[in-house]
């Protein structure tokens, strides 16, 4: 049976691949500003779209309405932005989400799944990272996101809206800008590399991430939407060093790497691996292997 789904943040890059996947066999309506979406990551598909923001709770609650889940994906998705302005950092991942949960909630939505981010879990030496440890965010960005988890969890308990927060880890795949602000490391190395330049990395490359194909996290959100309420790391279970990240890409490119190296970002962390013991619990898995997803992202990328 046909559902309505809502997306904020639908036309950017997580939000679309999951309109595309959505919008096959349901009514999808989108909300985007397009401060980071594009209208070109809709392309043809099959969605509504309404242009707006999380500051207007009558442009929420009217595009809600009758709505069976809300999938929350709007975000200043940058540490790097965050700390240069944490107050616009705060107006979007705090003041927009609860614009989201009070219009949720006000126009009878039984579900919102969120966005939230393995930021939360700050400089903790502790691997693998666990939804239970104690969080310790380093970032404007990392607060907001713990605190909109915070806003989700209260509002299940307060209001009965069903509430799911996913922390991502490092989300790549096809429609991430490398051009952006917000862009992550690997379509930055690609693009660098097929475009015959070298990939800057920041620090000394040593740092270690847990990468996951964003099918895989659309996956994620649509299991989420179904499953037990709560919070949980989507990821792979599986880290890798960004030094050793370029030369898998350059390998599968043909293409020599020699990567420029600039001073550590601050906010960043140094190694991120999780735990996705939680999630399996409402049937996520992650399908692709690094590999087979760089080369999917890799195609997508050569194409555009």
């Known amino acids: 049976m046909s559902e309505k789904y809502v997306i904020t943040g639908g036309a950017g ?15 999808v309506l989108v909300i985007d500003d397009l401060s980071a979406g594009k209208m070109e ?3 043809c598909l099959d969605v509504r779209f309404v242009k707006g923001d999380l500051t207007d709770p009558k442009l929420l609650k009217e595009a809600f309405s009758g709505a069976s889940c809300v999938f929350h994906q709007a975000a200043i998705a940058s540490v790097k932005k965050s700390v240069e302005d944490p107050s616009r950092t705060n107006a979007v991942g705090i003041d927009g989400t609860l614009n ?3 219009a949720a909630r006000d126009a009878g939505v039984s579900r919102v799944v969120q966005a939230s981010s393995a930021a939360v879990y700050g400089s903790s030496l502790q691997l693998p990272k666990k939804e239970d440890m104690l969080p310790e965010p380093m970032s404007p960005y990392a607060v907001s996101k713990l605190a909109a988890e915070h806003y989700a969890r209260v509002f299940q308990e307060l209001y009965g809206l069903k509430t799911v927060s996913l922390r991502y880890f490092n989300v790549f795949g096809p429609k991430q800008d490398p051009y952006s602000e917000y862009s992550g490391v690997i379509s930055r190395f690609i693009s660098a590399l097929l475009h015959d330049e070298q990939p800057v990395i920041y620090g000394d490359g040593e740092q270690t991430r847990d990468f996951v194909y964003v099918a895989d996290v659309v996956s994620a959100n649509i299991l989420a939407s179904r499953g037990a309420p709560g919070v949980y790391n989507i990821a792979c279970a599986k880290s890798i060093s960004l030094n050793t990240l370029a030369k898998v890409i350059g390998k599968i490119l043909a293409k020599e790497v020699r990567p420029r190296y600039e001073s550590a970002r601050a906010g960043d962390i140094k190694h991120s691996l999780a735990d996705i013991s939680r999630a399996k619990r409402i049937g996520y898995s992650p399908k692709y292997s690094l590999e087979e997803a760089l080369i999917e992202t890799i195609q997508w990328f050569g194409k555009t």
């Open 41 to 43: 990551n809709l392309g």
């Open 13 to 27: 890059f997580i939000g679309s691949n999951l309109a595309e996947t959505l919008s096959k066999d349901n009514d």
């Open 100 to 102: 989201v949960l009070i």
